[in-house]
């Protein structure tokens, strides 16, 4: 997945503007300013509108002309709910409606427990649902631009049920993890997407082999905490539709090969639920890269 950097389009300014937006002109202005800002996106978005298209074209099966107008409708829905994820944090949560499927299983956390989502939706809605359930979610981000983007978000948030934690390079990010979950928090990443070097299994996904990272079954493993699998998408202008799946313990075995059994074994129950959510939204899978190209180094090859 050498195209993928960990970083992401945008910065502090765009958040700053869509916050302006919000406050003094309202969430449907933003939208409609937001229809016509979706189509210098696709003009340039170059690459990422080739990854984009080869989706609905190769793995949706839609034809040529659909393929391309797809990809208009997943940038503006992607836009939208950028604009609703900052709506949310800055307090105008009032202006959505939620239905939880699955509360229940996070109800069992009592202890604390790690969420897994992907790009699809828009998953720090998830937050909404712990404020409910009074835990604190911390957020994992993974990079670095984002930092200037915790900052900006930390100071309009309204809630403070909410943490980021930025991945570093001198792994200082885990010993934020560990007190989360020491402290019976809840920590949310996703699961769809690696660096290069990270540990992967390939595993079916959409008819084709895939490689999914490790990471976050390990971390479940090495923590002994539950796992559950969260996705939350949009289903109106103004309605959520949140899916948590029950919990999975990942056994920590000693043996290599019956570690990596183990994660393989979690991680289909993962992109089972995840392909089940892409198939039923196609248009809010927000990934812009060759997600089928398969890291160099194959699994086996690899010690967990």
């Known amino acids: 997945m050498s195209s993928w950097k960990g970083k992401t389009r945008g910065g502090v300014l765009g958040y700053k503007i869509f916050v302006w937006t919000l406050k003094y002109l309202g969430l449907q202005f933003a939208y409609f300013l937001l229809s016509f800002v979706v189509i210098y996106f696709v003009a340039a978005s170059g690459h990422a509108f080739h990854a984009i298209f080869n989706f609905y074209h190769q793995i949706m099966k839609y034809n040529r002309a659909k393929a391309f107008f797809s990809i208009y409708r997943n940038y503006f829905m992607f836009g939208q709910i950028l604009l609703d994820k900052i709506a ?32 699809v939706g828009n998953w720090e809605i998830a937050g909404q649902l712990l404020n409910r359930l009074e835990k604190r979610i911390n957020i994992i981000l993974f990079d670095a631009e984002h930092q200037r983007i915790k900052g900006y978000l930390s100071d309009v948030m309204t809630t403070r049920n909410v943490n980021f934690i930025v991945i570093r390079d001198d792994f200082s990010h885990l010993i934020e993890i560990k007190q989360a979950l020491a402290n019976k928090e809840i920590v949310a990443m996703h699961g769809d997407r690696y660096l290069e070097g990270n540990k992967t299994v390939n595993l079916d996904f959409m008819g084709r082999q895939a490689a999914f990272p490790i990471g976050p079954v390990n971390m479940a493993a090495k923590f002994k905490v539950p796992v559950s699998f969260v996705f939350a998408v949009k289903e109106t202008s103004s309605h959520y539709h949140f899916y948590a799946t029950p919990l999975q313990r990942v056994a920590f075995s000693t043996n290599l090969k019956q570690r990596e059994e183990n994660f393989r074994e979690v991680l289909k129950i993962y992109t089972g639920k995840f392909e089940e959510i892409l198939r039923k939204y196609p248009f809010q899978w927000f990934n812009y890269y060759d997600f089928w190209k398969l890291p160099e180094i194959q699994p086996s090859d690899m010690k967990v």
Not at 92 to 118: I, N, P, W
Request: overall charge negative.
């Open 88 to 119: 949310m944090l800055a307090g105008f949560q009032q202006k959505f409606t939620f239905d939880f499927e699955g509360e229940e299983h996070l109800r069992q956390m009592y202890d604390g427990g790690l969420l897994v989502s992907a790009h």
